[in-house]
């Protein structure tokens, strides 16, 4: 069997991409613009024995692909910005459990209900810091259809490897454009790593990596799970600190210290660059329009997109930038991402905002014109 080629909107590529990593579940509740997602798995996962569900809300939908995702299912659920909101406790419930979900989010303007037709990247913090407490996810962003099948496969394997739950970042603009994907003879896929059954097993007795196996219930296992404090047999010890202490810091710790094997970073002309446009998501694509201007009009002008925002490439951004002058974030926000490259890199560099809201993309001649500003 060769690879396949077609012609299907982000939307599509997404649930297509979570069809090619094993996902056998999906919850969700319609809201645009993620609604296609969900009206491709409605069609397709019967086809292979898998289940969709449609829930009462968004509340409901990502409790079920926790509960699913402990019944040994690869699970995903589709959202936008309010959806989002309402999933929080239950995420939180999902990292403190260490339960693999994946939720894509077709962002939308905002706050509140916005502009649902419009695009935005208006919920990049909420991705990180929505949930209550300290805790660490895994978020990529997509500028092309077929990133949002590739990033998707992704977010499977990042999830299962890490135990946590990983977002796929994209917007209505790449949600809703059509475009040529490949989807190869061979993807590579993240299995469920099981525990050896033993008398004296203890479900989260995390190895040096900081994840554990984990079992399915129903298979023998004797299982606690609980979003309380809990020690490695998965009780309840929520008065204990060292037992907290211990908890939380490898919850973070097995993202943070994964760092720069999770990162996926492109970038381009940076040799002789003082200038570079730091993006990430669709306004990437202008961005590499408008370097391409510029160097053609003898600007030293330096291009790095962020596939995997959360978490941040610290060291390596700091590497990549060691020679610059100066870095220009265009988002389609009032600054978000832009708040961290700051707090990263302007030591260094004069860091800049080139914001966008309203639904429009900004062209590459908006982001040649910032880089010309003197």
Known sequence: MADKELFVQGNEACALGALAAGCTFFAGYPITPSTEIAEVMSKKLPEIGGHFNQMEDEIAAVGAIIGASWAGQKVVTATSGPGISLMQENIGYAV?????????????????????????????????????????TIALAPSSVQECFDFTVKAFNLAE????????????????????????????????????????????????NGTAPMPSFGQGYNIHVTGLTHDKRGYPSTDDEETHQELVTRLCD??????????????????????????????????????????EQGLKVGYIKLGVVWPFPIDTLLDLTKDAKRIIVPELNLGQVYLEVDRVLGKHAKVELLSKIGGALHTPQEILDKIMEE
């Open 96 to 136: 403190m459990t260490e339960t693999p979900i994946v939720i894509i989010n077709m962002q939308r303007g905002s706050p509140s209900t916005g502009q649902p037709t419009r695009s935005a990247q208006a919920d990049m913090m909420q991705t990180k810091w929505g949930s209550h407490g300290d805790y660490e």
């Open 254 to 295: 097995k993202i943070t210290k994964n760092t720069n094997e999770i990162t996926s970073i492109d970038s381009k002309f940076l040799e002789d660059a003082e200038t570079i446009v730091l993006s990430y998501g669709i306004p990437s694509r202008s961005a590499l329009t408008a370097v391409k201007e510029a160097r």
């Open 161 to 208: 490897k890490y135990r946590c739950p990983v977002f796929v970042m994209a917007d209505e603009i790449v949600g809703h454009m059509r475009e040529k994907i490949t989807i190869p003879e061979k993807v590579e896929i993240v299995p469920r790593q099981m525990p050896e059954k033993s008398e004296n097993y203890l479900p989260f007795d995390a190895p040096e």
